[in-house]
């Protein structure tokens, strides 16, 4: 044959039966044995796999040699070395950006080291690929680019010596070395057999050169997947005519083959007689899908398409409000053709969005084949290794502990497993209740001497074992870091007295992946220079990335999710086209920290909008399919989204052709997405409806009733009745967060303890200086005792410090006028009239020399107002009521001169009040009052009665089911038994 040899099938075919029936008509009158002589090169496994079995549904014969183009790179030239693993490559690189980035901090600061080498290595495997030679660098002009592009380039030029002719290849460069030494043979030795490159669309460089030198070839055929005959001459011409090429139509890298060989796309010729699903929706896609330059041809070729309520007749478009009602309403629709017997593919690049739709599916039990598995990193061996890795350089705090201590491969080497869980309990609530935030050996092994059991303390050791020096790591090389990191990880794995052969970690398929990934990294190791530990945990995350676990589990035989690159290949009867948002479909093109995009342009490599170029060809084969299902959300994670720029060219081109029934056709398509929305929104409505909770206000009997409550709960009682009932009759205690932090509780509380440790060692006579002086180093003392973060204790200390002279003073004219008797001891009194006992623990009270006391409470926050004392916030009213009742035992019945707020913030100033004796008797008689009505059974401890703020947030509003309800609602008392 004469001319390059280039033949296609148009979108809406099933390119594999199609492809394999045009072949076997063309080979109809040869030998039987022509077929094998024959050699097809094909893009992917998943393709050659159909092309396979569109051979054996033909019958006994014989195979053409089916070969992946990829397999080329393997193959032995003379001369030529093996590739060089490309996780070798990159650890290479990864010491050369290190010391780049010592030397330029600032050069895409906020990127891992690793990260910036795989780019890198993207980058150079890119260039090879292309054949684009080193020299291309050396011709850029950057003087008008910035700083950043600049410092990039000067780098670049360095590494151009991977370039070197000695240099081992990488396996980019030796596919692309091996397919120039086959085409370099084919010129002079053209093969005697037929030689055939089918299903892929030439996007990568190497790829592109075999398939022109194939075309060449006297024997050779190209058949291109989802080639767009109805696009006219004009259209093809656009493509290349602005400024920049159209490398995001999805048809460009078709006309950049054409023009590679010296054709035009319109010479391309149809491969097998096949109608597409429809043709008129054939044209109508590719319409909506011209180049900007040339969209005014909506309106004259628009005519042309006829009745457009045909072309859509098997167009579904679901546009739901959030993800989830999505995902339900694309597994309505593949349930339904699960039951009806029709091959349904859902087609996705958003990942998140299939696996919403295949948790969705197991509500039916259908489990669904997934092309593309279950990431490694969210594997449970992937998750467990991330988390062990990131234990490295830092403090254990409770959060990390915990993960690790409940992740189901933890102690799964012994017959151990249930004690390891209800240790592990009994070790969270010890922690979570009484601390430290960082447990260590030490805290681990008082919390079980403390319980006295032998297996309790023999878990507890091989948790310090576990956990030993994990904050002492330092910078190391990998093969160190490696071997540390897997060594903690099969001790937890293997559990006290386990051994980790006999543990889940690396079983099943992705026990076994990260294994492989775990030897790759080893066998490499000695390339990556020094890691420390942050760099080796980021390192490690990238590692097991790319890995994926197919689940050997039996799958529907027809439904499957598919990747979006994987249109191509699929010949269902209904193809849904999930996520089609911007950033989703397409994605977002990924940034290059090397190349500027006028750069990449200069240089000859390939743009960004490259990759959308090719899933806009992906989305035009997937919506050429016998039916289609569009679907995308309006919302994701509260914010608005934006539709696919091809659905929006395609929803737009209909409405704005009403003389060819376009918005009658959008309409529709639009109502038969909405029946499938309603059906999702049937199911996800409860059969029976729950009311909701009413505002609570619980009766329990008078014995269950406290009859004893500290002054500081008094408030509480006025404010929140429900947290009294919560926590003093349920006995319920609000944990603390696994992640606790230096909050204002925790301020508060070490404060307290330092200025009681400053006022019990006040010495005689203590000057001004010397107070401030000695408070200083008290502070910085109880900071360093008994606050674990570092930057609270500078920060903490900063305001003492502040207001340190202050607060000295006023302790030198404290001390003048009397001394400290109570500090923080506890007092009560006891009621007669209800029968209760009040207490209080003052954080201070001083006997002044004329024999009265006057009553200090700190403050790290603000004081109340007087308003506030009167209504509610009656702890020093209280106090100075048992201060003359003689509730604290070393001062005896005592008449009161005052009480006074000590602020230990802001400014640190001090508001004294004189003893109002009339609002103490009140206080004390409206306690009377307050006490018998919530002794009395009539009464109901009413959730929420008297907040401060509104939004204020309760320990006990979860219990109370507030947002069922709200202040404006009256309580509901009930009698609880």
Not at 210 to 238: C, H, I, K, T, Y
Not at 656 to 674: D, F, K, N, T, Y
Not at 903 to 908: K, M, N, P, S, V
Not at 929 to 952: I, P, V
Request: neutral net charge.
């Amino acid at each position: 044959m004469a001319g390059p040899n280039l033949f296609a099938l148009p979108p809406g075919v099933d390119f594999p039966q199609a492809f394999v029936a045009g072949l076997l008509a063309r080979r109809a009158g040869d030998a039987p044995d022509a077929l094998a002589r024959t050699q097809v090169f094909l893009p992917s496994a998943r393709m050659l796999r159909r092309v396979r079995a569109a051979f054996d549904g033909c019958g006994a014969g014989f195979l053409p040699r089916l070969r992946l183009v990829t397999e080329l790179g393997a193959e032995p030239v003379p001369g030529l070395p093996a590739a060089v693993p490309p996780l070798r490559r990159k650890l290479e690189l990864a010491q050369l950006v290190a010391r780049m980035t010592e030397r330029q901090p600032d050069f895409a600061a906020g990127t891992g080291t690793y990260a910036l080498a795989e780019s890198l290595s993207d980058l150079l495997a890119e260039m090879q690929m292309e054949g684009v030679a080193a020299d291309a660098l050396e011709r850029l002009d950057v003087a008008d680019h910035a700083a950043h592009w600049q410092h990039s380039l000067r780098f670049l030029r360095i590494v151009t010596r991977y370039f070197d002719p000695g240099t081992p290849p990488d396996p980019e460069a030796r596919l692309r070395r091996v397919v120039e030494a086959r085409v370099a043979r084919w010129s002079s030795a053209p093969p005697p057999h037929p030689v055939i490159v089918a299903g892929s669309t030439g996007s990568r460089g190497a790829t592109a050169l075999l398939m022109q030198a194939v075309a060449r070839l006297p024997n050779g055929v190209v058949v291109l997947p989802g080639f767009d005959f109805e696009m006219p001459q004009s259209g093809w011409d656009s493509l290349d005519s602005g400024p920049v090429p159209a490398e995001d139509h999805p048809q460009y890298r078709f006309a950049a083959l054409s023009r590679a060989l010296g054709v035009t796309p319109i010479a391309v010729r149809h491969w097998h007689p096949v109608a597409p699903a429809s043709g008129t929706r054939n044209a109508l896609l590719s319409l909506a899908l011209r180049p900007a330059p040339v969209t005014d041809s909506w309106m004259r070729d628009g005519a042309k398409l006829g009745d457009l309520r045909e072309a859509t007749r098997n167009l579904v478009l679901i546009e739901a409000a959030d993800p989830r009602a999505e995902a339900t309403a694309l597994a309505l629709v593949l349930r339904e053709a699960a039951e009806t017997g029709v091959s349904a593919a859902l087609i996705s690049p958003d990942r998140l969005l299939t696996r919403r739709v295949a948790a969705a599916l197991e509500r039916w039990r259908i489990s669904v084949d997934d092309s593309a598995g279950q990431p490694l990193p969210l594997s449970p061996p992937g998750r467990f290794l991330r988390h062990v890795a990131a234990l490295a350089g830092r403090k254990l705090t409770l959060e990390a502990l915990f993960v690790l201590l409940k992740h189901p491969l933890t102690a799964t080497g012994a017959d151990a497993r249930g004690n390891h869980l209800r240790f592990t309990r009994d070790l969270e609530l010890h922690l979570r209740r009484h601390g430290p935030a960082f447990p260590d050996a030490a805290a681990l092994s008082a919390w079980a001497e403390a319980l006295g059991e032998p297996e309790r303390a023999a878990w507890a050791a091989w948790l310090a074992t576990s956990f030993e020096a994990v904050q002492d790591a330092g910078e190391a090389p990998l093969s160190a870091c490696i071997d540390t990191h897997i060594a903690r990880a099969e001790t937890l794995a293997a559990g006290p007295g386990g051994v980790a052969a006999a543990s889940a970690l690396w079983q099943h398929e992705a026990g076994r992946e990260a294994v492989l990934r775990v030897r790759e990294a080893r066998r490499e190791a000695a390339h990556g220079g020094s890691f420390t530990p942050a760099q080796y945990a980021s390192f490690f995350e990238r590692l097991i990335q790319p890995g994926s676990v197919r689940l050997a589990e039996p799958t529907h035989p027809h439904i499957a999710i598919l990747g979006s690159l994987e249109a191509r290949v699929q010949g269902a009867g209904l193809v849904i086209c999930g996520g089609l948002n911007e950033g989703s479909w397409p994605q977002q093109a990924a940034v290059d920290p090397w190349l500027s995009r006028r750069m990449r342009l200069d240089a000859g490599l390939l743009l960004p909008e490259r990759q959308i170029g090719l899933a806009a060809h992906d989305f035009q084969q997937a919506v050429a399919a016998p039916r289609v299902v569009l679907s995308r959300a309006a919302r994701s994670a509260d914010a608005e989204t934006v539709a696919s720029r091809w659905l929006n060219r395609l929803t737009n081109l209909l409405a704005g052709l009403p003389e060819q029934h376009g918005v009658e056709a959008l309409e529709a398509m639009r109502a038969r997405g909405r029946v499938w929305l309603n059906r999702a929104a049937a199911l996800d409505t409860p059969r029976a409806s729950v009311p909701a909770a009413p505002r609570p206000a619980p009766r329990p009997p008078a014995e269950a009733r406290p009859r004893e409550l500290p002054v500081t709960a008094i408030k509480t009682l006025i404010r929140d009745p429900y947290a009294v009932y919560a926590q003093r009759i349920l006995r319920l205690r609000p944990l603390d967060p696994l992640r606790p932090e230096a909050d204002p509780r925790a301020r508060g509380e070490v404060l307290h303890l330092l200025v009681e440790a400053f006022v019990r060692e006040r010495p005689e006579a203590e000057t001004l200086e010397a107070a401030r002086a000695r408070l200083t180093a008290t502070a910085a003392r109880v900071l360093a005792g008994e606050v674990a973060w570092p930057a609270a204790q500078r920060f903490w200390l900063a305001r003492i410090e502040r207001i340190g002279t202050s607060f000295a003073r006023s302790e030198v004219t404290r001390a003048a006028e009397g001394t400290p008797v109570v500090i923080e001891k506890t007092g009560s009194v006891r009621l007669k009239e209800p029968d209760f006992t009040l207490t209080a623990k003052p954080d201070r009270i001083d006997l002044l020399h004329d024999g009265r006391v006057r009553i200090f409470d700190y403050k790290s926050g603000k004081p109340p107002t007087d308003k506030e004392m009167a209504t509610f916030d009656k702890q020093l009213l209280l106090e100075a009521a048992m201060a003359e009742r003689g509730g604290f035992a070393a001062l005896g019945p005592r008449q009161v001169a005052g009480y006074s707020y000590i602020q230990l913030g802001g400014t640190g100033e001090t508001r004294e009040m004189d003893c109002n004796a009339a609002l103490v008797a009140e206080t004390w008689e409206g306690l009377h009052k307050l006490l018998a009505a919530y002794l009395s059974e009539a009464t109901g401890f009413m959730a929420r009665r008297a907040m401060q703020k509104t939004d204020d947030v309760g320990d006990y509003d979860h219990l109370s089911r507030f947002g069922e309800w709200d202040t404006t609602d009256a309580p509901v008392p009930e009698d609880v038994r």
